[in-house]
């Protein structure tokens, strides 16, 4: 079978071939026209099948002929020349990136256009005289890269990226190498006169490139260390913070007092290697957002028919402004943004977003529709019943869960230690200069100072950074995104891990059926098979293309009842398929109620009923056999009970389960785990799961397609690595014995140096030395194990 | 001998132009995507077709 020149899928039989080239529907063949008709078609000489086969309803952009919308969109606008950046999750290639930074040889009007890759953006300077707003985003959806406009890029304010760490490092990096460079000669105490006569030169240049680093780059320290005291906590900060200001103030009284050169290598090292800790655990994965709400979900605008008695007109309104009672349409696919009644259509809402049910409801007029559903099938429309912010789903949202910071109250491997440490240092300066001032009071402040200096915790405070902030990378390379590298160390803490069901441990498919009843025929078979290819309802389609028929009869009369079934005549026979009632009097096997099941009758006669399954993702049992050793499992599903009895044959003896749980009751599940003082891990998929990512200690989604926008959590798991879920924990809590193992690496390094320090013997250069010394050890040492035991995430 | 100082305020002033340097590239922002200009180096230069041909070609996508 040949593949689409355009997007790579394989072609069926209906086809298209144009240019000698196959093509898999009209589509992806009027892109290549378009490209080819431009001159662009180097497109696809740069990756093959390069192309996404373009799928856009023209009329879901009309709401961008609303000046006030387009408005709140554009980045800049002078009048004529605008300038908009749309988030296009299908760039995925090197030759996205070309035909995107080439738009303006496919349209005039459009003056430039640059793409950042990672974060899949694009920004497009255009000419408003030339283009609107609307036509270029129905151009950029004709060719397959339809930009993502949701309600979040209404509000969105515009960002500061904040580069200052980089600054911070700049400055430090800078400072540091100009001072080791001026400190070079004195390095020898060479008692050289020409030394002699330049060394206060030296020594003031090398002040000044200190302060740049004391006050800029290491602020941060202060900040910290001061806002730990304010509240009674020893963080790590403290002792980097001390050591800093004795560093320099010991070195500027060295100078000025004329005893020696002082220590200003040391210092702006110091700073230099703890911003540069700090910028490595900073990996962010910019094509993803761990802060979504249902903002990124719902549309901007919808389409409001407005009635002033004479004549009745549609227009776009933006959402925020719907009211009580106002007719709303929505079209197929779209999702409907506030609690509503339904007037007019056949609504087929589709609500596993909110509710995690996998099934879509038919809804007659009359009935209630609730926020975050999506309609499935043709137009329908709506009477609002609540304005957004107060419908059903939004209201989850006001749960004060979502506005504190989850790492608040969290107290970090390092700070713990930071506390010990903190107290040992003090009473082993305060002892040995209490030593000295017996002995020789002339250098007990000598003392006191370098213990405080050789003492910063510096390789302490590189370790879990380090070695986080590895894992950080080893876990994207094997797709687990998280959020900061801190998420680790909670993982390495939990001990009750809550599985959704639909969508994380179940695939987005339905593909897997059971027939249960009377033995249909060959020929009834063969009509079965011809009666569903003529109907468009999902579970006819579904159920056809699992039974993947050869051959097929193809009924003489058709005729499909809408929410109920269909019916087909073969002349002598007679064919029913859809719900029990429809089918037939029978009476329902117990429990086939509760599952997806699609009945069949033939001339009236019951004949049986297939049945769809979830199927399970590969290596769930797996992954809860090896979880279970240690660690409490839960399912807590938004479904019904229809699957409990296969889960439990599924999954290890005493996995709890509860069933038909909505989105606030996982919260408070999640609540009451905690306040019996878990560590709670929540494994979810969707909106519905919002609310307990949000309560949990760590919160992971599972996606099929990360390019698709997952609620806020601290991880965002491929689903085709769900099956080494219990690695990625296994891994976090070796982690953070690495992080231990460090600690007493660099203690032992401390402890060396304190040798030198107590003896008041510490010279410059031995400062000089065994500080980035131990720091690169501590670099070193974590890198090379944390590569150690993710080297089992591969092979296995 | 006193060419030192002449020596260190360059040596201080050549470093502190690359610094400013740094920190004006920094601020353009190219350090905010690192990963697509090391694509769009490797395209190829094209062609240039003549005006009245790219708008005879601009047509064709409008009537599209």
């Known amino acids: 079978m040949e593949n689409c020149f355009h997007c790579g899928d394989e072609c069926r039989e209906d086809s298209l071939v144009f240019q000698e080239k196959p093509f898999c529907c009209s589509g992806c063949k009027t892109v290549f026209e378009i490209f080819e008709n431009n001159d662009l078609s180097y497109y696809y000489k740069l990756e093959n099948t390069p192309g996404i086969s373009p799928k856009i309803q023209e009329s879901k952009y009309d709401f961008l002929d609303n000046a006030e919308i387009a408005e709140k969109l554009l980045e800049f606008d002078d009048g004529n020349v605008k300038i908009i950046s749309f988030l296009i999750p299908s760039i995925h290639c090197s030759s996205c990136i070309w035909i995107l930074e080439n738009l303006h040889k496919l349209q005039k009007g459009v003056r430039s256009s640059q793409v950042d890759f990672p974060q899949k953006k694009v920004r497009i300077s255009f000419s408003a005289e030339e283009i609107s707003l609307k036509s270029l985003v129905l151009l950029l959806s004709r060719i397959g890269y339809e930009p993502y406009i949701s309600l979040e890029n209404y509000e969105s304010k515009k960002e500061n990226i904040n580069r200052s760490l980089i600054y911070k490092l700049g400055v430090a990096g800078f400072a540091f190498g100009n001072i080791m460079f001026l400190s070079f000669p004195e390095y020898f105490e060479i008692n050289e006169f020409w030394l002699d006569q330049f060394k206060h030169i030296f020594r003031w240049l090398m002040f000044s490139f200190s302060l740049p680093v004391v006050f800029y780059s290491g602020s941060d320290y202060f900040i910290s260390a001061f806002k730990g005291l304010r509240s009674r906590i020893l963080n790590i900060d403290v002792p980097i913070a001390l050591g800093i200001s004795v560093l320099f103030i010991r070195s500027t009284a060295e100078i000025i007092m004329n005893t020696g050169t002082g220590f200003f290598d040391s210092l702006s090292g110091l700073v230099f290697f703890l911003l540069l800790g700090r910028f490595f655990q900073h990996k962010t994965y910019a094509f993803l957002s761990f802060e979504r709400d249902y903002k990124s979900y719902f549309p901007i605008a919808v389409t409001r028919i407005k009635d002033d008695g004479e004549q009745i007109t549609e227009e776009q309104v933006q959402v925020y402004k719907v009211q009580k009672g106002d007719r709303i349409i929505i079209r197929n696919e779209e999702l409907i943004p506030m609690d509503a009644i339904l007037i007019k259509g056949e609504a087929r809402i589709d609500y596993s977003f909110v509710t995690g049910e996998a099934e879509a409801v038919e809804k007659k007029s009359g009935d209630k529709l609730y926020s975050g559903g999506r309609q499935l099938g043709g137009i329908i429309e709506v009477e609002a019943l609540k304005e957004v912010q107060q419908s059903y789903l939004t209201q989850l949202w006001s749960d004060e ?55 910063c915790p510096c390789a302490i405070a590189l370790a879990a950074p380090f070695t986080l902030g590895n894992l950080l990378r080893i876990f994207g390379k094997n797709k687990l995104y998280l959020k900061e590298a801190s998420v680790i160390e909670q993982v390495a803490k939990i001990d009750t891990v809550v599985f959704d069901k639909t969508g994380t441990i179940t695939t987005n498919k339905q593909n897997s059926i059971c027939y249960d009843g009377l033995e249909l025929a060959e020929e009834e078979l063969e009509m079965l098979g011809g009666s569903l290819r003529a109907s468009n309802h999902p579970l006819s389609r579904a159920l056809y293309s699992i039974l993947d028929r050869n051959s097929i009869k193809t009924p003489e009369v058709f005729q499909e009842f809408s929410g109920q079934g269909i019916e087909s005549d073969y002349g002598d026979k007679k064919l029913k398929i859809g719900s029990a009632a429809f089918v037939g009097n029978k009476p329902v096997a117990e429990g086939t109620l509760e599952k997806t099941s699609v009945h069949v009758s033939s001339n009236d006669n019951y004949k049986g009923c297939f049945t769809f399954h979830n199927s399970y993702r590969n290596g769930v049992e797996d992954v809860f056999e090896k979880l279970s050793a240690g660690k409490e499992l839960i399912i807590l599903s938004g479904d019904n009970e229809g699957e409990k009895q296969k889960l439990q044959e599924l999954l290890p003896a005493g996995t709890a389960m509860y069933f038909n749980q909505r989105p606030g009751d996982k919260l408070e599940f999640i609540k009451k785990l905690q306040q019996r003082g878990k560590k709670v891990m929540m494994v979810g998929d969707g909106l519905n799961d919002a609310g307990a990512l949000a309560q949990s200690d760590v919160g992971i989604v599972i996606s099929e397609n990360i390019n698709v926008f997952s609620p806020a959590c601290d991880g965002i798991l491929d689903a085709s690595m769900f099956s080494k879920f219990h690695e990625f924990i296994r891994l976090s809590s070796k982690g953070i014995s690495i992080i231990h193992w460090s600690f007493i690496l660099s203690l032992s390094y401390n402890l060396l140096g304190l040798g030198f320090a107590v003896t008041g013997n510490l010279m410059p250069v031995v400062a000089a030395i065994l500080m980035p010394l131990s720091s690169i050890s501590i670099v070193l040492f974590t890198t090379f194990s944390t590569q150690q035991i993710a080297s089992g995430l591969k092979t296995k | 001998m006193s060419i030192i100082y002449m020596l260190l305020a360059v040596s201080v002033v050549v470093a502190l132009i690359f610094f400013v340097a740094f920190i004006l590239s920094v601020k353009d922002g190219q350090y905010d995507d690192v990963y697509t200009p090391s694509v769009r180096m490797l395209f190829e230069d094209e062609l240039v077709k003549p005006d009245s041909e790219k708008e005879s070609s601009v047509n064709k996508v409008k009537s599209n």
């Open chain 1, 401 to 455: 869960v979502f506005k504190k910071d989850k790492n608040s109250g969290f107290q970090s491997l390092t700070n713990k230690i930071s506390k010990r440490f903190t107290v040992s240092v003090l009473s082993v300066a305060i002892l040995s200069a209490a030593f000295w001032m017996f002995y020789d009071p002339s250098k007990a402040l000598n003392v006191f100072t370098a213990v405080l200096i050789i003492a």
